[in-house]
């Protein structure tokens, strides 16, 4: 008789490196970039589907790798 132990204790959650991004709306020069920061499971998901937010000339938007 064979015995199997199987863990499935670690869950694996997919994380990625998020900046902030700031461009002029008229040429696409990147004006501004923060810091990249990690962000993982729900964080990640609604960083990446954040909506560009426009004020004025400006456009910033999360890009993540």
Known sequence: MFATLISSCAKVT????CEVVTYDVNTGKELNRTAATEYCGAALTAAENQDPVIVGDEKTVYECH
């Open 14 to 17: 997919d994380c990625k490196d």
